[in-house]
């Protein structure tokens, strides 16, 4: 998994990733999440996509 992009709004940030096995999405989460809670939350979505996606 890796963040390609990201985008602060107001209350939430938008991070654009892209998965290992290259499929691309976006999440957004509030701005008061902690980072190690970032990153788990968007490794699951990613690991979740890659298993459902061919």
Request: hydrophobic share 35%; aromatic share 8%.
């Amino acid at each position: 998994m890796k963040i390609i992009n990201y985008e602060i709004g107001s209350i939430d940030i938008s991070y654009t990733v892209e998965t290992i096995k290259g499929h691309i999405f976006t999440h957004a989460l509030p701005k008061d999440t902690p980072s190690t809670n970032v990153e788990r939350y968007l490794t699951l979505i990613s690991t979740n996509l890659d298993k459902q996606k061919v």
